[in-house]
T-cell receptor, first 116, second 112 residues
Framework: EAGVAQSPRYKIIEKRQSVAFWCNPISGHATLYWYQQILGQGPKLLIQFQNNGVVDDSQLPKDRFSAERLKGVDSTLKIQPAKLEDSAVYLC??????????????FGPGTRLTVL | GESVGLHLPTLSVQEGDNSIINCAYSNSASDYFIWYKQESGKGPQFIIDIRSNMDKRQGQRVTVLLNKTVKHLSLQIAATQPGDSAVYFC???????????FGPGTRLSVLP
């Protein structure tokens, strides 16, 4: 079974520029997550999708971050404009969760973003 | 605010020894916990989980203990190997929701 795919693996941009990350979850997984992991910290949830609907985006800085999962499969996360403090690894995860019980999340390798 | 934290940011153990990584959580409503292992340049990898109706769960070389009275979680790794060197995170989940809260992590270094 193929894992969660993410691209690019690395991205370096200057502040105020825009950037987009792509995620392809495990086939058949209904739930997709984007996490931000700042160096030396645990991952922090940014947004959670169930199919193509948003379940939780309470920690997403909506003035600059946006995410979509139009067809309920792939997802993109965008930052516009980027700030220095956005430098982090952006992790995508998916799970087969459909009902009330929690299922394991499987993570992709992440995209390391450096904002100069 | 509510958070999941770890007592020790770094842990060094001799190869072959047992490792114990600790985690404290503050939300008594949390009902599901996961330990993840993260190697450099990779995403977190599931190790073992435990639900709040259990006190102990064993996997291959790993054991998770849950003490709900003091809101404490631990991961025990038996016969620690060099390949176990990584950062370990505990994560808590509340009320069957899918929103996991991660702790800051403990770096485990295995000495030859």
């Amino acid at each position: 079974e193929a894992g969660v795919a993410q691209s690019p693996r690395y991205k370096i941009i200057e502040k105020r520029q825009s950037v987009a990350f792509w995620c392809n979850p495990i086939s058949g997984h209904a739930t997709l997550y984007w996490y931000q992991q700042i160096l030396g910290q645990g991952p922090k949830l940014l947004i959670q999708f169930q199919n193509n609907g948003v379940v939780d985006d309470s920690q997403l800085p909506k003035d600059r971050f946006s995410a979509e999962r139009l067809k309920g499969v792939d997802s993109t996360l965008k930052i516009q404009p980027a700030k220095l403090e956005d430098s982090a690894v952006y992790l995508c995860a998916s799970s087969s969760h459909r009902g009330p019980r929690t299922d394991t999340q499987y993570f992709g390798p992440g995209t390391r973003l450096t904002v100069l | 605010g509510e958070s999941v934290g770890l007592h020790l940011p770094t842990l060094s153990v001799q190869e072959g020894d047992n490792s114990i990584i600790n985690c404290a959580y503050s939300n008594s409503a949390s009902d599901y916990f996961i330990w993840y292992k993260q190697e450099s340049g990779k995403g977190p990898q599931f190790i073992i989980d435990i639900r709040s109706n259990m006190d102990k769960r064993q996997g291959q070389r790993v054991t998770v203990l849950l003490n709900k009275t003091v809101k404490h979680l631990s991961l025990q790794i038996a016969a620690t190997q060099p390949g176990d060197s990584a950062v370990y995170f505990c994560a808590e989940n509340r009320n069957y929701g899918q929103n996991f809260v991660f702790g800051p992590g403990t770096r485990l270094s295995v000495l030859p």
